[in-house]
Nanobody, 123 residues
Framework: QVQLVESGGGLAQAGGSLRLSCAAT??????????MGWYRQAPGKQRELVAA???????DYTDSVKDRFTISRDNAKNTVHLQMNSLKPGDTAVYFC???????????????WGQGTQVTVSS
């Protein structure tokens, strides 16, 4: 089974930095990872996209993290990273790694989610 394993969450002070990492395991050679990214969900709020990157390198950020967060991807390692700088208390949330997987044959697409890692930013 494909699993997304996150790491790097924790506590940070406002203005500090954290680096999240996510590794996709169990993909073998029959699955292609199209898009990888990060969502986050704060208590009482809907899950929202933070950043996403396609296999071709196209990147999207939500407005609230532009110029502060940087997403990167290592296709050979099936990993995605989120460098979070200038953290704000509003960034506090559970961050979920996301991947859209393509089964090469028969053709199909699947969504995968990590279990989530807590990011807490103190004022």
């Amino acid at each position: 089974q494909v699993q997304l394993v996150e790491s790097g969450g924790g506590l940070a002070q406002a203005g500090g930095s954290l680096r999240l990492s996510c590794a996709a395991t169990g993909t073998g050679s029959i699955l292609e990872i199209n898009t990888m990214g990060w969502y986050r969900q704060a208590p009482g709020k809907q899950r929202e996209l933070v950043a996403a990157i396609t296999s071709g390198g196209t990147i999207d950020y939500t407005d609230s993290v532009k110029d502060r967060f940087t997403i990167s991807r290592d296709n050979a390692k099936n990993t995605v990273h989120l460098q979070m700088n200038s953290l704000k208390p509003g960034d506090t949330a559970v961050y979920f790694c996301y991947a859209k997987l393509r089964l090469l044959w028969p053709a199909n697409e699947f969504d995968a989610w990590g279990q989530g890692t807590q990011v807490t930013v103190s004022s």
